[in-house]
Structure formats: C-alpha cells, structure tokens
C-alpha cells in the first residue's frame, strides 16, 4: 500500500509508553508476579513484554510457571497493577498533543495492548478518554502487535484508509504493527533507544516535539 503525501486525516495512538508513562509501573507488576511465583525477575526479560499483549507475553516465557495458564497469570498481574503504591502519569506533551489534534478536528483512535477496563481508567487518569471515539484494545484483537490487526480495525472504524493516518508509539512491537499496517509512525525513546525504533518514519525524544498538523515533510524520506 503506497503511503499518501497528503497531512494525515487520523491520529492513532499507543498507550502505555506513548502517552502515559506506565514502563515503571508495568515493569513493577510483572516482577511482583515473578516473585510470587519464586521465578527469578529477569530484567531483560521483563523489559521484551514492552508493547505486547499481556497474555502473549508471559505465554512466551509460561515454561518457568509450571501448571499455570498465561490467561491466569496476566490475571494476576493486571491486580497488581490495580495496587495504589502504583501511580500512572501522562508522559511529557502526550495531553497537549491529544487536545490540539482533536482541537483541529481529526479523529483519535486508541491502540493498546493493555485490556479495555485498563485503557479506559488509564485514558480518565490522565484527562483525555473523551477524545477518543474509537478505542481497540487487547480485548478487541486476536492477533496482538506486531500483527498489523488493530492498526486495520482501529482505521477501518474511523473511516480512513490507513495510508491516511499517523500512529504514535514508542516500542518495536507497536512500530512493525503500525508500518505493517500501511501507516505512517512516529516513535518516541521513552522506553527503547533509537536504534530499536528505525522502523518508524520518525522519531522523537518527546511527543512536545510534535506539533499538529504532522505534514510530509516532517517524515525522513524511506526506500518504499
């Protein structure tokens, strides 16, 4: 699919990582269930989850959870995410960015790997749920990322070709699901250098670094 060189007509974003700052509090979780389980945390390990649905993650590592099912043990960690002693703040131009796209009448779409009651208490923490109108979560997808699936479902509920419209995100996994799907990718560093983010068509250090409109000529030219 040919990208447009026309300003994008829909902006998608990523959650956790791209607009709430949730790597610590995730990273939190995971290794609680770890511990419970007396599985020693490995740092690296836990740090590859980033972008992936919960229940593929740890399915890709269940064989040191022996009788367990990923389905319980994201379960259990979803719980622990639910604990107060973790807190969930926007990232730095995430809000701003948010209401300046909608302020210019584009539609917004949510694309996480996290489940839809997170997503919504997540998108409320941090004041921007009513910018939404189209929310795909893990709840919403079969294939997770980097399969390209809620990408397509996300721009096919908002009525635009995916070549038409812009993802921010800030993992690898989201990056290859968003190229895959024919969009055009923004990746912010806030949880992988740029040296895992080259697949995107441009990456920032910051979203205050993006303004909208995002036009063409923002994007560094690619060999399509």
């Known amino acids: 699919m040919a ?20 790597e610590p509090r995730s990273f939190a979780a995971w290794t609680r269930l770890f511990d419970a389980h007396g599985v020693p945390a490995d740092e690296a390990v836990i740090r590859g989850f980033t972008g992936r649905r919960g229940v ?5 590592v269940l064989h ?34 948010v209401r300046r796209t909608t302020e210019a009448g584009v539609p917004l779409a949510l694309v996480t790997s996290g489940g839809r009651a997170y ?12 910018f939404f109108g189209v929310l795909v979560t893990a709840d919403d997808v079969t294939d997770g990322k980097p399969h390209p699936q809620g ?9 635009v ?23 055009r990718c923004v990746a912010v560093t ?25 036009t063409p000529a923002m994007f560094r030219q690619r060999q399509e």
């Open 3 to 22: 990208l447009t060189s026309r300003i994008p007509r829909a902006a998608l974003f990523d959650l956790d990582g791209t607009l709430v700052d949730s």
């Open 56 to 60: 593929d993650a740890i399915a890709s």
């Open 64 to 97: 040191l959870f022996p009788g367990a099912t990923a389905e319980a043990l994201n379960a259990e960690a979803l719980g622990y995410l639910r604990e107060g002693d973790l807190p969930l703040e926007p990232h730095p131009g995430a809000v701003e960015l």
């Open 119 to 130: 997503a919504e208490a997540a998108l409320a923490a941090v004041g921007v749920r009513e």
């Open 151 to 159: 990408y397509l479902q996300a721009c096919d509920r908002l009525g």
């Open 161 to 183: 070709d995916p070549a038409e419209s812009v993802a921010f995100e800030d993992a690898p996994a989201g990056v290859a699901a968003v190229r895959a799907a024919g969009s």
């Open 190 to 214: 806030t949880t992988h250098g740029r040296d895992q983010l080259g697949g995107a068509d441009l990456v920032v250090d910051s979203l205050t670094e993006i303004d909208w409109p995002v």
